[in-house]
């Protein structure tokens, strides 16, 4: 089967990179990672994608100072090189400028882990139970100019449960989003 090219960007460590790593690893998944790319030279999942062959790279943010879009054109520039057809940001912790956003129209998903539009941006799990939410869960989205606004291509809840901190929490949605993440970025591949 002809499996698509995707890029994985990463910015630390990298669970669910690793979740599509094992899926592309299946002969009857329709994608292959042909980059794991990261802003940031101390993200574990570098190493990780390293050490099972995947090609790495940082392009660390810090040497472009307040110049986004410089950076960005040379991650654009090192995504098109490896011949990437799809972009798949996995905790990603940057965010993208409409230059970025345009040039992966549609061809650029995200995982956040919130059943959005419930709780967009950081510490997502802590807003839900300080919200009082029965439900939570993680979210795959196109991207967008607007932050964690894209179209949604699906999602995954789980219950919140009494007692629980923002760490069991957060565990318990990191399970749904490795299995979510695979699934979805096979059902869009197969409906493009
Ligand atoms: C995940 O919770 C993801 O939803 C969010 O950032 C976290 C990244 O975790 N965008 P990991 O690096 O994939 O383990």
Redesign the pocket.
């Known amino acids: 089967m002809k499996k698509t090219p995707i890029a994985v960007l990463?910015?630390?460590?990298?669970?669910?990179?690793i979740a599509l790593m094992e899926a592309c690893s299946q002969p009857d998944f329709p994608a292959e990672i042909v980059l794991v790319l990261s802003n940031r030279p101390d993200a574990a999942?570098l190493e990780t994608a390293k050490q099972a062959g995947i090609p790495t790279l940082c392009i660390d943010h810090k040497n472009f100072g307040k110049d986004r879009e410089t950076h960005e054109r040379a991650v654009d520039e090192a995504v098109r090189a490896s011949g990437a057809e799809l972009i798949c940001?996995?905790?990603?912790?940057r965010v993208l400028t409409p230059w970025l956003v345009q040039q992966w129209a549609n061809r650029m998903l995200?995982?956040?882990?919130s059943l959005l539009p419930a709780f967009p941006g950081l510490h997502t799990h802590e807003a839900a139970l300080k919200a009082g939410a029965k439900e939570h869960g993680?979210t795959i989205h196109l991207v967008t100019d607007g932050v964690d606004e894209g179209p949604i291509l699906a999602q995954a809840r789980v219950p919140v449960l009494e007692g629980d901190t923002a760490d069991t929490l957060?565990a318990r949605?990191?399970e749904q989003?490795h299995k979510l993440y695979p699934a979805t970025l096979k059902h869009f591949i197969e409906t493009l």
């Open positions: 990463i910015s630390g460590r990298g669970s669910n990179m999942g940001l996995a905790g990603y912790m995200n995982i956040h882990p993680c957060a949605v990191l989003e």
